[in-house]
Protein backbone atom coordinates (compact mmCIF):
# COMPACT_ATOMS: atom_id res chain seq x y z
CA UNK A 1 0.00 0.00 0.00
CA UNK A 2 1.49 3.36 -0.71
CA UNK A 3 0.75 6.84 -0.13
CA UNK A 4 -1.89 7.46 -3.62
CA UNK A 5 -3.68 4.53 -2.60
CA UNK A 6 -5.37 6.62 0.49
CA UNK A 7 -7.58 9.33 0.97
CA UNK A 8 -8.18 12.10 3.42
CA UNK A 9 -11.01 12.05 5.76
CA UNK A 10 -14.19 13.75 4.31
CA UNK A 11 -14.15 17.24 4.89
CA UNK A 12 -10.26 17.84 5.04
CA UNK A 13 -7.85 19.26 2.65
CA UNK A 14 -4.30 18.88 1.73
CA UNK A 15 -1.89 15.81 1.24
CA UNK A 16 -3.03 12.17 2.09
CA UNK A 17 -2.40 11.24 5.95
CA UNK A 18 0.22 9.05 5.40
CA UNK A 19 2.27 11.97 3.95
CA UNK A 20 1.20 14.44 6.69
CA UNK A 21 2.25 11.80 9.44
CA UNK A 22 5.53 11.54 7.81
CA UNK A 23 5.77 15.06 8.37
CA UNK A 24 4.89 15.00 11.96
CA UNK A 25 7.09 11.93 12.46
CA UNK A 26 10.30 14.16 10.82
CA UNK A 27 9.56 17.37 13.13
CA UNK A 28 11.76 15.75 16.31
CA UNK A 29 12.11 19.05 17.17
CA UNK A 30 8.22 19.52 17.77
CA UNK A 31 5.84 22.56 17.16
CA UNK A 32 3.73 24.35 18.95
CA UNK A 33 6.19 23.43 22.07
CA UNK A 34 9.79 22.47 22.09
CA UNK A 35 11.96 19.61 23.21
CA UNK A 36 13.14 21.56 25.97
CA UNK A 37 9.78 23.17 26.88
CA UNK A 38 7.86 19.76 26.52
CA UNK A 39 10.49 18.04 29.44
CA UNK A 40 10.29 21.22 31.57
CA UNK A 41 6.21 20.39 31.15
CA UNK A 42 6.45 17.30 32.11
CA UNK A 43 8.58 17.76 35.40
CA UNK A 44 5.82 20.37 36.15
CA UNK A 45 3.06 18.20 35.92
CA UNK A 46 4.98 15.29 37.95
CA UNK A 47 5.07 18.15 40.90
CA UNK A 48 1.75 18.98 40.21
CA UNK A 49 0.15 15.47 40.00
CA UNK A 50 2.08 13.88 42.87
CA UNK A 51 0.06 10.60 44.10
CA UNK A 52 0.70 9.31 47.70
CA UNK A 53 0.17 5.33 47.26
CA UNK A 54 0.40 3.20 50.02
CA UNK A 55 0.12 -0.67 50.66
CA UNK A 56 -2.53 -1.58 53.07
CA UNK A 57 -4.36 -4.69 54.19
CA UNK A 58 -7.18 -5.83 52.42
CA UNK A 59 -9.54 -4.88 55.14
CA UNK A 60 -8.41 -1.16 54.99
CA UNK A 61 -10.27 -1.07 51.30
CA UNK A 62 -12.81 1.66 51.43
CA UNK A 63 -15.53 0.62 48.71
CA UNK A 64 -14.14 -3.26 47.88
CA UNK A 65 -14.89 -6.66 49.70
CA UNK A 66 -14.42 -9.90 49.65
CA UNK A 67 -17.43 -11.87 48.60
CA UNK A 68 -18.21 -14.34 51.53
CA UNK A 69 -19.48 -16.92 49.43
CA UNK A 70 -17.02 -16.73 46.71
CA UNK A 71 -13.91 -14.99 47.93
CA UNK A 72 -14.55 -12.66 44.77
CA UNK A 73 -13.15 -9.29 45.40
CA UNK A 74 -15.53 -6.66 44.26
CA UNK A 75 -16.55 -3.18 44.68
CA UNK A 76 -19.57 -2.25 46.32
CA UNK A 77 -21.14 -0.38 43.13
CA UNK A 78 -20.61 -3.91 40.90
CA UNK A 79 -18.81 -1.48 38.62
CA UNK A 80 -15.22 -0.89 37.84
CA UNK A 81 -13.55 -4.71 37.81
CA UNK A 82 -13.27 -7.81 39.59
CA UNK A 83 -10.75 -10.43 40.70
CA UNK A 84 -12.35 -13.88 40.90
CA UNK A 85 -10.73 -17.43 39.83
CA UNK A 86 -10.03 -18.86 36.12
CA UNK A 87 -9.48 -22.67 35.88
CA UNK A 88 -7.72 -23.30 32.35
CA UNK A 89 -7.49 -26.55 30.49
CA UNK A 90 -4.67 -25.61 27.83
CA UNK A 91 -2.57 -27.51 24.61
CA UNK A 92 -0.42 -24.13 24.50
CA UNK A 93 2.98 -24.36 26.27
CA UNK A 94 4.90 -26.36 29.05
CA UNK A 95 1.84 -26.10 31.50
CA UNK A 96 -1.43 -27.81 30.36
CA UNK A 97 -3.76 -27.61 33.49
CA UNK A 98 -3.82 -24.27 36.28
CA UNK A 99 -5.84 -21.93 38.22
CA UNK A 100 -5.03 -18.28 38.93
CA UNK A 101 -6.81 -14.71 39.91
CA UNK A 102 -7.94 -12.87 36.93
CA UNK A 103 -9.43 -9.69 36.63
CA UNK A 104 -13.07 -9.38 34.85
CA UNK A 105 -13.51 -6.02 33.32
CA UNK A 106 -16.83 -6.54 31.51
CA UNK A 107 -17.03 -2.81 30.24
CA UNK A 108 -15.32 -1.52 26.72
CA UNK A 109 -13.08 1.84 27.66
CA UNK A 110 -12.27 4.14 25.18
CA UNK A 111 -8.37 4.76 24.45
CA UNK A 112 -8.73 8.05 22.21
CA UNK A 113 -6.16 10.37 20.23
CA UNK A 114 -6.94 13.71 19.02
CA UNK A 115 -4.83 14.92 16.14
CA UNK A 116 -5.35 18.34 14.91
CA UNK A 117 -2.77 20.23 12.33
CA UNK A 118 -0.65 23.51 13.16
CA UNK A 119 1.40 25.08 10.43
CA UNK A 120 0.00 21.86 8.41
CA UNK A 121 1.81 19.44 10.76
CA UNK A 122 -0.23 17.02 12.17
CA UNK A 123 -0.21 17.23 16.17
CA UNK A 124 -1.29 14.31 18.56
CA UNK A 125 -3.08 16.19 22.31
CA UNK A 126 -1.07 13.96 24.78
CA UNK A 127 -2.44 13.73 28.23
CA UNK A 128 0.47 13.62 31.52
CA UNK A 129 -1.49 11.76 33.98
CA UNK A 130 -0.33 9.75 37.12
CA UNK A 131 -1.56 6.24 37.52
CA UNK A 132 -1.55 4.58 41.15
CA UNK A 133 0.50 1.52 39.84
CA UNK A 134 2.94 3.82 37.84
CA UNK A 135 6.59 3.46 39.29
CA UNK A 136 7.54 7.00 38.26
CA UNK A 137 3.78 8.54 38.88
CA UNK A 138 2.88 10.82 35.79
CA UNK A 139 3.44 9.36 32.21
CA UNK A 140 2.62 10.19 28.89
CA UNK A 141 -1.07 8.90 27.90
CA UNK A 142 -3.69 9.29 25.72
CA UNK A 143 -6.45 12.59 24.82
CA UNK A 144 -9.08 10.39 26.71
CA UNK A 145 -8.20 6.75 28.81
CA UNK A 146 -11.99 6.00 30.69
CA UNK A 147 -13.50 2.74 31.33
CA UNK A 148 -16.81 3.30 31.25
CA UNK A 149 -17.77 3.31 34.63
CA UNK A 150 -14.55 6.77 34.83
CA UNK A 151 -17.24 7.98 32.28
CA UNK A 152 -20.53 7.62 33.46
CA UNK A 153 -19.03 9.08 36.56
CA UNK A 154 -19.73 6.18 38.86
CA UNK A 155 -17.31 7.46 41.06
CA UNK A 156 -18.89 10.78 41.66
CA UNK A 157 -15.59 12.60 40.43
CA UNK A 158 -15.44 15.17 37.73
CA UNK A 159 -15.63 14.64 33.73
CA UNK A 160 -13.57 13.04 31.35
CA UNK A 161 -11.97 15.96 29.51
CA UNK A 162 -12.81 15.41 25.82
CA UNK A 163 -14.60 12.84 25.75
CA UNK A 164 -17.32 14.40 23.31
CA UNK A 165 -14.54 13.92 20.69
CA UNK A 166 -14.69 10.05 20.78
CA UNK A 167 -18.11 9.74 21.27
CA UNK A 168 -19.23 11.76 18.88
CA UNK A 169 -16.88 12.19 16.45
CA UNK A 170 -17.46 14.36 13.40
CA UNK A 171 -17.97 12.83 10.23
CA UNK A 172 -15.51 11.79 8.12
CA UNK A 173 -12.59 12.86 10.83
CA UNK A 174 -12.33 9.03 12.07
CA UNK A 175 -8.51 7.98 11.16
CA UNK A 176 -8.66 4.30 13.30
CA UNK A 177 -11.40 2.86 15.84
CA UNK A 178 -10.74 -0.46 16.07
CA UNK A 179 -11.36 -2.75 19.70
CA UNK A 180 -8.18 -4.30 21.10
CA UNK A 181 -7.38 -6.66 23.69
CA UNK A 182 -5.68 -6.69 27.07
CA UNK A 183 -2.96 -8.86 28.62
CA UNK A 184 -4.74 -12.27 27.72
CA UNK A 185 -2.89 -13.76 31.36
CA UNK A 186 -4.03 -11.18 33.46
CA UNK A 187 -7.60 -10.36 31.88
CA UNK A 188 -10.56 -11.96 31.03
CA UNK A 189 -12.45 -11.05 28.05
CA UNK A 190 -11.09 -6.84 28.31
CA UNK A 191 -11.47 -4.69 25.37
CA UNK A 192 -11.06 -1.27 24.39
CA UNK A 193 -11.95 0.82 22.14
CA UNK A 194 -8.51 2.41 19.82
CA UNK A 195 -9.74 5.60 18.30
CA UNK A 196 -7.84 8.30 16.48
CA UNK A 197 -9.48 11.26 15.48
CA UNK A 198 -8.87 14.40 13.55
CA UNK A 199 -9.76 17.91 15.16
CA UNK A 200 -9.81 21.20 14.62
CA UNK A 201 -9.57 24.56 16.90
CA UNK A 202 -11.97 23.72 19.16
CA UNK A 203 -10.22 21.16 20.85
CA UNK A 204 -7.45 23.33 23.02
CA UNK A 205 -4.58 22.03 25.13
CA UNK A 206 -5.87 22.20 29.04
CA UNK A 207 -2.26 22.24 31.68
CA UNK A 208 -2.53 18.41 31.75
CA UNK A 209 -2.14 18.12 27.73
CA UNK A 210 0.31 19.30 25.16
CA UNK A 211 0.11 19.25 21.31
CA UNK A 212 3.59 17.32 20.71
CA UNK A 213 4.14 16.00 16.97
CA UNK A 214 4.59 12.11 16.07
CA UNK A 215 8.28 12.51 16.15
CA UNK A 216 8.42 13.97 19.55
CA UNK A 217 5.99 11.08 20.87
CA UNK A 218 8.54 8.66 18.95
CA UNK A 219 11.69 10.59 20.89
CA UNK A 220 9.63 9.73 24.30
CA UNK A 221 9.20 6.10 23.12
CA UNK A 222 13.32 5.82 23.95
CA UNK A 223 12.99 6.54 26.96
CA UNK A 224 12.16 4.14 30.23
CA UNK A 225 8.30 4.44 31.65
CA UNK A 226 7.72 7.75 29.89
CA UNK A 227 4.89 6.72 27.41
CA UNK A 228 2.27 4.43 29.14
CA UNK A 229 0.59 1.42 27.38
CA UNK A 230 -2.89 3.15 26.64
CA UNK A 231 -0.83 5.46 24.86
CA UNK A 232 1.31 2.69 23.14
CA UNK A 233 -1.45 0.58 21.55
CA UNK A 234 -3.41 3.42 20.24
CA UNK A 235 -0.36 5.22 18.07
CA UNK A 236 0.33 1.33 17.01
CA UNK A 237 -3.01 1.83 15.49
CA UNK A 238 -1.79 4.58 13.26
CA UNK A 239 -1.25 4.20 9.65
CA UNK A 240 2.37 3.22 8.95
CA UNK A 241 3.58 6.72 7.60
CA UNK A 242 7.06 4.78 6.65
CA UNK A 243 5.73 3.58 3.11
CA UNK A 244 5.81 7.38 1.94
CA UNK A 245 9.59 7.55 1.86
CA UNK A 246 10.15 4.02 1.05
CA UNK A 247 11.51 3.15 4.69
CA UNK A 248 10.67 -0.32 4.32
CA UNK A 249 12.53 -1.03 1.06
CA UNK A 250 11.82 -1.97 -2.02
CA UNK A 251 8.69 -3.05 -2.78
CA UNK A 252 6.32 -2.85 0.34
CA UNK A 253 3.85 -5.33 -0.99
CA UNK A 254 6.40 -8.59 -1.03
CA UNK A 255 6.45 -10.62 1.79
CA UNK A 256 7.73 -13.96 2.57
CA UNK A 257 4.34 -15.31 3.64
CA UNK A 258 1.18 -13.80 1.19
CA UNK A 259 -1.67 -12.40 3.24
CA UNK A 260 -3.87 -14.93 2.73
CA UNK A 261 -1.48 -17.22 3.84
CA UNK A 262 -1.03 -15.38 7.04
CA UNK A 263 -4.56 -15.27 7.60
CA UNK A 264 -5.11 -18.95 7.19
CA UNK A 265 -2.31 -19.57 9.48
CA UNK A 266 -4.36 -17.55 12.05
CA UNK A 267 -7.42 -19.62 11.50
CA UNK A 268 -5.84 -22.90 12.01
CA UNK A 269 -3.99 -21.70 14.84
CA UNK A 270 -7.38 -20.34 16.88
CA UNK A 271 -9.03 -23.84 15.19
CA UNK A 272 -6.63 -26.56 16.23
CA UNK A 273 -5.98 -24.79 20.07
CA UNK A 274 -7.89 -26.02 22.73
CA UNK A 275 -8.16 -23.76 25.78
CA UNK A 276 -11.10 -24.29 28.12
CA UNK A 277 -11.51 -21.41 30.92
CA UNK A 278 -13.88 -21.80 33.78
CA UNK A 279 -14.44 -19.22 36.37
CA UNK A 280 -14.10 -20.18 39.71
CA UNK A 281 -14.83 -18.39 43.00
CA UNK A 282 -11.47 -16.49 43.84
CA UNK A 283 -11.54 -18.60 47.48
CA UNK A 284 -11.11 -22.35 45.46
CA UNK A 285 -8.32 -20.89 43.33
CA UNK A 286 -5.94 -23.81 43.18
CA UNK A 287 -2.73 -23.49 44.41
CA UNK A 288 -3.36 -19.37 45.58
CA UNK A 289 -3.54 -18.35 48.98
CA UNK A 290 -4.90 -14.80 50.76
CA UNK A 291 -3.24 -13.11 53.42
CA UNK A 292 -3.91 -10.38 55.22
CA UNK A 293 -2.11 -8.45 52.54
CA UNK A 294 -2.30 -10.33 49.21
CA UNK A 295 -3.63 -12.71 47.28
CA UNK A 296 -0.35 -14.94 46.52
CA UNK A 297 0.70 -18.02 44.60
CA UNK A 298 1.46 -20.47 46.79
CA UNK A 299 5.59 -21.05 44.87
CA UNK A 300 5.46 -17.25 45.07
CA UNK A 301 5.66 -17.21 41.16
CA UNK A 302 3.89 -15.45 38.43
CA UNK A 303 2.14 -12.52 40.42
CA UNK A 304 0.31 -10.49 43.49
CA UNK A 305 -3.32 -9.28 44.17
CA UNK A 306 -2.56 -6.46 46.90
CA UNK A 307 -4.78 -3.52 48.28
CA UNK A 308 -3.31 0.60 47.83
CA UNK A 309 -4.70 3.38 49.48
CA UNK A 310 -4.62 6.43 46.92
CA UNK A 311 -4.55 10.23 47.30
CA UNK A 312 -3.88 12.38 44.58
CA UNK A 313 -3.64 15.99 43.11
CA UNK A 314 -4.49 15.52 39.45
CA UNK A 315 -7.24 12.79 39.24
CA UNK A 316 -10.90 12.78 38.81
CA UNK A 317 -11.58 11.67 43.00
CA UNK A 318 -8.96 12.87 44.92
CA UNK A 319 -8.67 9.75 46.91
CA UNK A 320 -9.65 6.32 46.95
CA UNK A 321 -8.60 2.73 47.56
CA UNK A 322 -8.65 -0.57 45.27
CA UNK A 323 -6.78 -3.74 44.49
CA UNK A 324 -3.92 -3.82 41.90
CA UNK A 325 -2.24 -6.54 40.66
CA UNK A 326 1.43 -6.38 41.00
CA UNK A 327 3.86 -8.80 38.77
CA UNK A 328 6.96 -10.56 40.23
CA UNK A 329 9.79 -10.16 38.35
CA UNK A 330 10.15 -7.76 35.55
CA UNK A 331 9.10 -9.09 32.36
CA UNK A 332 10.87 -9.53 28.63
CA UNK A 333 8.95 -8.88 25.22
CA UNK A 334 11.17 -9.41 21.96
CA UNK A 335 11.05 -8.94 18.62
CA UNK A 336 13.36 -10.38 16.45
CA UNK A 337 13.63 -8.55 13.06
CA UNK A 338 15.58 -9.11 9.72
CA UNK A 339 15.93 -8.48 6.43
CA UNK A 340 14.70 -10.77 3.69
CA UNK A 341 14.91 -10.01 0.10
CA UNK A 342 15.69 -6.17 1.41
CA UNK A 343 12.31 -6.12 2.63
CA UNK A 344 12.28 -5.54 6.56
CA UNK A 345 9.87 -8.75 8.73
CA UNK A 346 9.06 -9.13 12.20
CA UNK A 347 8.91 -12.94 13.58
CA UNK A 348 5.23 -13.18 15.51
CA UNK A 349 4.19 -16.00 17.41
CA UNK A 350 1.13 -17.07 17.82
CA UNK A 351 -0.07 -17.42 21.45
CA UNK A 352 -3.04 -18.88 22.71
CA UNK A 353 -3.76 -17.04 26.19
CA UNK A 354 -6.81 -17.54 28.69
CA UNK A 355 -8.24 -14.58 28.39
CA UNK A 356 -8.32 -13.70 25.03
CA UNK A 357 -11.92 -13.80 23.32
CA UNK A 358 -10.39 -15.48 19.95
CA UNK A 359 -7.95 -17.79 21.68
CA UNK A 360 -5.23 -16.60 20.01
CA UNK A 361 -3.36 -13.20 18.98
CA UNK A 362 0.04 -12.57 17.45
CA UNK A 363 2.40 -11.98 20.14
CA UNK A 364 6.24 -10.45 20.13
CA UNK A 365 8.98 -13.47 19.35
CA UNK A 366 9.42 -13.69 23.31
CA UNK A 367 7.01 -12.52 25.68
CA UNK A 368 7.22 -13.97 29.38
CA UNK A 369 8.61 -13.76 32.85
CA UNK A 370 12.17 -15.39 33.04
CA UNK A 371 11.34 -15.90 36.67
CA UNK A 372 8.37 -17.93 36.07
CA UNK A 373 10.13 -20.97 34.11
CA UNK A 374 13.80 -21.29 35.95
CA UNK A 375 12.43 -24.19 37.62
CA UNK A 376 11.68 -25.78 34.22
CA UNK A 377 14.18 -27.88 32.29
CA UNK A 378 15.61 -25.90 29.42
CA UNK A 379 13.36 -27.51 26.67
CA UNK A 380 10.54 -26.26 28.49
CA UNK A 381 11.27 -22.68 28.49
CA UNK A 382 9.50 -20.15 25.73
CA UNK A 383 11.46 -20.77 22.91
CA UNK A 384 14.21 -17.70 21.46
CA UNK A 385 14.45 -16.71 25.32
CA UNK A 386 18.27 -17.49 25.66
CA UNK A 387 18.72 -15.71 22.28
CA UNK A 388 16.97 -12.35 23.35
CA UNK A 389 18.65 -12.35 26.38
CA UNK A 390 22.22 -13.00 25.46
CA UNK A 391 21.62 -10.82 22.17
CA UNK A 392 20.43 -7.88 25.22
CA UNK A 393 23.48 -5.56 24.43
CA UNK A 394 23.17 -5.47 20.62
CA UNK A 395 19.67 -4.49 20.92
CA UNK A 396 18.56 -1.93 18.15
CA UNK A 397 15.69 -1.36 21.00
CA UNK A 398 15.65 -1.67 24.77
CA UNK A 399 13.56 0.37 26.82
CA UNK A 400 11.69 -0.71 30.22
CA UNK A 401 8.15 -0.07 29.67
CA UNK A 402 5.31 0.26 32.13
CA UNK A 403 2.24 -1.90 31.80
CA UNK A 404 -1.11 -0.17 32.82
CA UNK A 405 -0.87 1.46 35.69
CA UNK A 406 -4.71 1.81 36.82
CA UNK A 407 -4.80 -2.02 37.03
CA UNK A 408 -1.34 -3.13 37.88
CA UNK A 409 1.77 -2.40 40.29
CA UNK A 410 4.54 -1.37 39.42
CA UNK A 411 4.50 -4.17 36.73
CA UNK A 412 7.03 -3.84 33.88
CA UNK A 413 8.96 -5.12 31.07
CA UNK A 414 11.77 -5.00 28.78
CA UNK A 415 10.69 -4.18 25.38
CA UNK A 416 13.45 -5.29 22.84
CA UNK A 417 14.09 -5.20 19.20
CA UNK A 418 17.03 -7.55 18.15
CA UNK A 419 18.38 -7.56 14.08
CA UNK A 420 18.93 -11.19 13.35
CA UNK A 421 21.25 -12.29 10.72
CA UNK A 422 19.11 -13.31 7.60
CA UNK A 423 19.76 -17.50 8.53
CA UNK A 424 17.62 -17.18 11.43
CA UNK A 425 14.74 -19.26 11.67
CA UNK A 426 11.48 -20.18 12.62
CA UNK A 427 11.45 -22.95 15.07
CA UNK A 428 7.66 -23.95 14.90
CA UNK A 429 4.61 -23.67 13.21
CA UNK A 430 3.80 -21.16 16.38
CA UNK A 431 6.04 -18.66 14.26
CA UNK A 432 5.55 -16.43 10.98
CA UNK A 433 7.63 -13.57 9.41
CA UNK A 434 5.30 -10.75 8.70
CA UNK A 435 6.69 -7.50 7.13
CA UNK A 436 5.33 -3.90 8.80
CA UNK A 437 2.87 -3.76 5.75
CA UNK A 438 1.14 -6.67 7.14
CA UNK A 439 1.10 -5.66 10.70
CA UNK A 440 -0.02 -2.44 9.57
CA UNK A 441 -2.87 -4.01 8.02
CA UNK A 442 -3.78 -6.57 11.03
CA UNK A 443 -4.01 -3.20 13.43
CA UNK A 444 -6.99 -2.42 11.23
CA UNK A 445 -8.78 -5.22 12.56
CA UNK A 446 -10.06 -6.55 16.30
CA UNK A 447 -7.77 -8.96 18.43
CA UNK A 448 -4.61 -10.47 15.79
CA UNK A 449 -1.97 -7.88 17.53
CA UNK A 450 -1.68 -8.70 21.08
CA UNK A 451 -1.25 -5.92 23.36
CA UNK A 452 2.87 -6.24 24.15
CA UNK A 453 2.97 -6.78 20.27
CA UNK A 454 1.44 -3.45 19.36
CA UNK A 455 3.75 -2.03 21.59
CA UNK A 456 6.58 -3.43 19.89
CA UNK A 457 5.10 -2.04 16.42
CA UNK A 458 4.79 1.10 17.78
CA UNK A 459 8.98 0.92 18.40
CA UNK A 460 10.00 0.00 15.74
CA UNK A 461 8.19 2.94 13.89
CA UNK A 462 10.57 4.90 15.93
CA UNK A 463 13.84 3.23 14.48
Not at 232 to 259: E, F, I, K, N, Q
Not at 319 to 327: D, F, G, V
Not at 341 to 355: K, N, Q, V, W
Request: glycine share 8%; net charge neutral; with cysteine.
Amino acid sequence: MTATNLVLPSGTSGPPILSRLALSAAAVEGGVMSNRELFAWLAERQREQQQHVERVPFAALRGWRFDQRTGDLRHDSGRFFSVRGLAVQSDFGPVRSWAQPIILQPEIGILGIALRDFDGVPHLLMQAKSEPGNVNGVQLSPTVQATKSNYTRVHGGSAVPYLDLFRRPRPGKVVADVLQSEQGAWFLHKRNRNMIVEVGPEAVAGEDFAWLTLGQVNLLLRHDNLVNMDARTVLSCLPDWRTVDGDLGGDAGWSLYPDREIRTWITRRRAEHEVTVTPTPLAQTRGWLRTQHAVTHCNGLYFDVVAVDVSSRGREVPAWSQPLLEQRGTGVAALFVKRIDGIPHALLRARAEPGFLDVVELGPTVQCVPENYEHLPEEDRPPYLSEALARRAGARYDVVLSEEGGRFRHSQSHYMIIETEREFPAVSDEFRWLTARQLDEMLRYSHHLNVQARTLVAALRTL
